[in-house]
């Protein structure tokens, strides 16, 4: 059964620097999301994307947050400038055209110290 | 703007036994969708069961099952035969049909712990 994959299960970094997340989503799949979960919080939506570009955006997703298909396959979060806040478990999600339910990766765990 | 509310941070259930989770949501819509995904500690999110709000028919999933009262904006999940494979984090989530992009608001979660 095909399903979405991220890469790295774990990163650490220092305050300040850039990380760059990966997912590659169920390859037919034309809908992809990036939410966040903060330790012992809900999970929350961050961004959408379709077409190659951003269909909707949460405040959380400022400046500091990108996101890029860049080949086709790939789906990328960039967070330019890490805060200590912005530790926390990151899922990429896909969905296909005709459905509904947006289908999870395993998570990227981002401790930024 | 849709809220997800889990009244219940955390339940524990004897193996075997069914256990019934708590969701309420808020929307002014008619047209959506309520989903139960489950979070192992490997924190993966795991779908367990849908529901489309315009079927009548609560969905079942093999021992995983709803209890869907639109009226009351309430959906609950239904485990049967719990097993020690169930003890995760249970997640209720709303997605809007309002546009095609259908981004999920999720409740706080329950903790469920299957006791042997």
């Known amino acids: 059964e095909p399903e979405v994959t991220q890469t790295p299960s774990h990163q650490v970094t220092q305050m300040g620097q850039e990380v760059i997340l990966r997912c590659v989503p169920i390859s037919n799949h034309l809908y992809f999301y990036w939410y966040r979960q903060i330790l012992g919080q809900k999970v929350e939506f961050l961004v959408s994307f379709y077409n190659n570009e951003i269909s909707e955006k949460s405040e959380i997703f400022d400046d500091q947050f990108s996101v890029e298909r860049p080949d086709g396959s790939n789906f990328t979060l960039k967070i330019r400038s890490t805060k200590l806040e912005d530790s926390a478990m990151y899922f990429c999600a896909s969905r296909s055209g005709g459905g509904d339910t947006q289908y999870f990766g395993p998570g990227t765990r981002l401790t930024v110290l | 703007a849709q809220t997800v509310t889990q009244s219940q941070p955390e339940m524990s259930v004897q193996e075997a036994e069914t256990v019934t989770l708590s969701c309420t949501y808020d929307t002014s819509e008619s047209n959506y969708y309520l989903f139960w995904y489950k979070q192992p500690p490997s924190r993966q999110m795991i779908l367990v069961i849908r529901q489309e709000a315009y079927k009548q028919q609560n969905a079942t999933e093999n021992r995983f099952s709803v209890n869907f009262q639109k009226a009351a904006k309430s959906f609950s999940l239904k485990i049967s035969d719990s097993q020690l494979g169930d003890t995760a984090m249970y997640f209720c989530?709303?997605?809007?049909?309002?546009?095609?992009?259908?981004?999920?608001?999720f409740g706080s979660g329950t903790k469920l712990n299957v006791k042997p």
């Open positions: 989530a709303f997605m809007s049909r309002m546009n095609n992009f259908n981004k999920f608001y």
